[in-house]
Nanobody, 121 residues
Framework: QVRLAESGGGLVQSGGSLRLSCAASGSIFRIVSTGWYRQGVGQQRELVARINSRDMTNVADSVRGRFTISRDSAKNTVYLQMNSLKPEDTAVYYC???????????????WGQGIQVTVSS
């Protein structure tokens, strides 16, 4: 069983910063990619940023230059540093990981429960 636990969300004023963390635990053989999606009220879930096992990143245009994704492979943890936050960044942020639980190499997507980020104007 794999579990993704998010932390670091909360309420911040416009222009402020937050750092999200997501720690994966359980039966993990290899993580191919991991990252963050978000979903605002009445909106579709959208990719924020992701990073693969080679540390190649993909960041949404709406947050590029403000958000930075990084990972600590030894801790199976991915981070999202969010600077210069705007009210439109308000959403539930979901961590995901595409990983294999054992050496059979069957890769699946796992999701965290989501964490609220609220940016006040």
């Amino acid at each position: 069983q794999v579990r993704l636990a998010e932390s670091g969300g909360g309420l911040v004023q416009s222009g402020g910063s937050l750092r999200l963390s997501c720690a994966a635990s359980g039966s993990i053989f290899r993580i191919v990619s991991t990252g963050w999606y978000r979903q605002g009220v009445g909106q579709q879930r959208e990719l924020v940023a992701r990073i693969n096992s080679r540390d190649m990143t993909n960041v949404a245009d709406s947050v590029r230059g403000r958000f930075t994704i990084s990972r600590d492979s030894a801790k199976n943890t991915v981070y999202l540093q969010m600077n210069s936050l705007k009210p439109e960044d308000t959403a539930v942020y979901y961590c995901y990981a595409n990983l294999a639980s054992d050496s059979r190499g069957i890769y699946e997507d796992y999701w965290g429960q989501g964490i609220q980020v609220t940016v006040s104007s």
